[in-house]
């Protein structure tokens, strides 16, 4: 087991920027590609960014492009979602995740570990 730890969410107007961070305890995860996900009221949980182990290649879903930035401290056992730019429709529950299979990861399904979520909220 990976303990997947996220803080960092809260309210924020429309236009402003959030940090999220996600430690995990224990074991360390420097081997696991890394992502963010997130989960608004009635929909399901989609994929946000993605992070390979060394942290060199990110990819993200289109509407964060531009946006959101997310890196990964091994040392600290930390991955960050830098999100600047803050939009409602960002307003979701948002779930760091840990993959055992390396590399990049964009599907639900790839991921072995979840964090119980921290809500980002953004007022128009």
């Known amino acids: 087991q990976v303990p997947l730890v996220e803080s960092g969410g809260g309210l924020v107007q429309a236009g402003g920027s959030l940090r999220l961070s996600c430690s995990a305890s224990?074991?360390?995860?420097?081997?696991?590609?890394k992502g963010w996900f997130r989960q608004a009221p009635g929909k399901e949980r989609e994929f946000v960014a993605a992070?390979?182990?060394?942290?060199?290649?990110?990819y993200y879903t289109d509407s964060v492009k531009g946006r959101f930035t997310i890196s990964r401290e091994n040392a600290k056992n930390t991955v960050y979602l830098q999100m600047d730019s803050l939009k409602p429709e960002d307003t979701a529950v948002y779930y760091c995740?840990?993959?055992?299979?390396?590399?990049?990861?964009?599907?639900?399904?790839?991921?072995?570990?979840w964090g119980q979520g921290t809500q980002v909220t953004v007022s128009s």
């Open positions: 992070i390979n182990p060394s942290g060199g290649i990110t």
């Open positions: 995740a840990a993959s055992l299979l390396g590399g990049i990861r964009t599907r639900y399904r790839e991921y072995d570990y």
């Open positions: 224990g074991r360390t995860s420097s081997t696991y590609a």
